[in-house]
């Protein structure tokens, strides 16, 4: 990406344009249309026409670069001689007091704003579309058609059959393989080209499906969160270019350019503000019955040293053992390290109906205000102390209370939320959501 080009970026701008200014690091906005993948001294918002609506520009500028006549850095004295329609604007009764606002608007109706820092240099250039519209945030609601959540328990650490695996792992299991999952739809990382690690197959209740009756489990990937897995650039620019239906000339990318044909129908893949990459994939029942896959080998001399998880058991990869044992004196004998690849070793899934959660189908939120709206009861609120609602304490539930380690997420009552052990991950102390309607993924350091 070429920093400078971005400095072209102008209210108007289709997103996919912008997303080829940026290359791999382009991330879709949030729901209101925010970007947080540009660098920090430059902000921009999407339309609801997925188009730029605004932008501001407080990172440095070459001499040889005008936006209206200025350049931040430059002097406002000098941005007056060349634009003669720049004026002092009005002051908000909020604005910051130490600098003026100029602007003015421009003749195809572009609002031109300048803040002037004190020395009368130039702050920030805020270009905006005074028409666009903007997506509004969801607000909160309360489903009352959903009346269950679901608390979710590890049972011990055992070797997981590659099919006909009975009543036992009827839940679903974390760790192992994935059922179902050809070679060519297990999912790649988009910045090294290694397959992603399983992390847990969950089978769910009826009232959490939400993508289709039919689709009746999640199989849920990660990036490994235990190891640095460099990126290669090459793979990675290839990732964020548009798929060509032609194969490409470098045989080196043809493994990813195959993977990116054949990905599964129903995958969804997120990424977290670190670059870490999650996939989850719903199954059907049949998939979900199907044997357990071993994760593809791709061939290309681009790719670097693969990922410790498909070469080691699980003890000597996870720096601690709670990570992949729900109970270190449960093992049954001769498991007790655990592995993917060689003879798969899992945790089943159990699932119990959590009794009188006031939370179910409710949407958890961080501001009081907002919890009014749907009638959702925090758990450290007063009213939720006196309900005792932080004496959940499974590793993974389905709905009703969520218990963040810092702010809420803005999802809806179908979601998931699970710990570091529910699946091996690295959340420094922390634990994740998954809003399963969305398919959106928060997690937060303890």
């Known amino acids: 990406m070429n920093n400078q080009d971005l400095l072209t970026v102008r209210p108007g701008m289709l997103a996919s344009a912008l997303a080829t200014i940026l290359g791999r690091r382009w991330r879709e906005p949030d729901e209101e249309g925010h970007l947080t993948c540009l660098p920090k001294d430059m902000i921009a918002r999407l339309d609801s026409e997925r188009m730029v609506g605004c932008v501001t520009f407080a990172c440095s500028m070459p001499k040889s670069v005008l936006i209206e006549g200025m350049r931040t850095g430059g002097a406002i004295t000098d941005a007056l001689t060349v634009n003669p ?39 920030s250039i805020r270009l905006e579309n005074p028409s666009a519209a903007y997506c509004e945030p969801t607000l909160p609601i ?62 769910l209740p009826p009232e959490y499906r939400t993508k289709g009756e039919e689709l009746v489990a999640l199989c849920m990937f990660v990036d490994d969160q235990h190891e640095e897995l460099s990126s290669v650039e090459k793979i990675a620019d290839y990732f964020a270019t548009p798929l060509c239906p032609t194969p490409p000339d470098d045989s080196d990318l043809l493994p990813f350019w195959q993977h990116r044909q054949g990905r599964h129908a129903r995958s969804c893949m997120m990424s977290d503000i670190l670059g870490t990459q999650f996939c989850a994939i719903w199954l059907t029942q049949r998939e979900f019955d ?12 681009l790719l670097e040293d693969p990922p410790f998880w498909a070469q080691k058991y699980y003890s000597d990869h996870f720096y601690d053992g709670s990570l992949y044992v729900e109970n270190e004196n449960a093992i049954i004998v001769g498991v007790a390290h655990g592995s993917a690849s060689f003879d798969p070793v899992a945790s089943p899934i159990s699932t119990g109906i959590r009794a009188d959660d006031p939370n179910v189908g409710r949407s958890p939120r961080e501001w009081e205000s907002e919890c009014a709206v749907s009638g959702y009861i925090k758990a450290f609120s007063e009213r939720g102390e006196e309900l005792n609602l932080s004496r959940w304490d499974s590793i993974a539930h389905l709905g009703g209370t969520m218990q963040p380690q810092q702010g809420y997420p803005e999802f809806g009552p179908y979601y998931l939320e699970f710990e570091e052990g529910f699946g091996g991950f690295n959340f420094g102390c922390g634990n994740a959501q998954l809003d399963l309607q969305q398919m959106k993924i928060d997690w937060a350091c303890g």
């Open 290 to 301: 199907d044997e357990l896959r071993l994760p593809p080998r791709p061939v290309s001399e």
């Open 142 to 203: 309360f489903d009352p058609s959903l009346t269950r959540a679901f608390d979710l328990a590890m049972g011990a650490q055992r070797v997981l059959p590659r099919n006909n695996r009975g009543e036992e792992w009827s839940g679903g299991w974390t760790l192992a393989l994935p059922p179902g999952i050809a070679p060519a739809e297990w999912p790649l990382s988009p910045c090294n080209g290694h397959p992603l690690r399983h992390a847990f197959t969950l089978y």
């Open 85 to 123: 329609f720049l004026a002092p604007l009005l002051e908000e009764p909020d604005a910051a007091v130490d600098c003026a606002t100029y602007g003015f608007t421009s003749a195809d109706g572009t609002k031109v704003i300048a803040k002037v820092n004190q020395d009368n240099t130039l702050r």
